[in-house]
């Protein structure tokens, strides 16, 4: 395991237009200060920064789609590869995801949705040999049982 300290800093920006539609873009920065571990053999993929934007879309609380879009910064880990000590580093490019999410409310009980995640299929890793999904896709619905008042 792992062990580090981790400075995250960052900061949003929202655009509301009567509950109708909403914007946002967002950006985050890392800085790592220390890493320590009992397994000294890999170190983490770390981000610089990540960069995220979005838009959501309510009409007339029936149809909601929102579309969302995230990058992350280029990333190094460093590998022990000899009982010597010699490290190698692996460096991922920068990556990018897209989702799209849309539902269907039919009323207060019934709404049908899909949601569509890692549209281009990229691959990437938050941390180091823990992949993303390339592409998944969900279809579904949601049914909210009744209560009787009293």
Not at 18 to 35: C, K, P, Q, V
Not at 53 to 64: F, T
Request: proline fraction near 3%; avoid cysteine.
């Amino acid at each position: 395991y792992v062990d580090f300290t981790m400075l995250k800093m960052g900061g949003d920006f929202s655009f509301v237009n009567d509950e109708m539609l909403n914007a946002f873009i967002g950006i985050n920065h890392y800085t790592y200060a220390s890493i320590e571990g009992n397994d000294q053999s890999f170190r983490a993929y770390r981000p610089t920064f990540d960069a995220h934007l979005g838009l959501a879309v309510n009409y007339n609380n029936k149809v909601k789609v929102s579309l969302q879009g995230l990058a992350l910064s280029k990333m190094t880990a460093e590998y022990r590869t000899s009982a010597s000590g010699a490290t190698t580093a692996d460096t991922l490019p920068v990556r990018y995801a897209l989702s799209l999410n849309v539902e269907y409310v039919h009323n207060r009980a019934l709404s049908f949705f899909i949601n569509l995640d890692n549209i281009a299929a990229q691959r990437f890793f938050y941390w180091a040999n823990y992949p993303s999904r390339r592409f998944s896709a969900m279809v579904g619905l949601t049914y909210t049982l009744p209560t009787k008042k009293h």
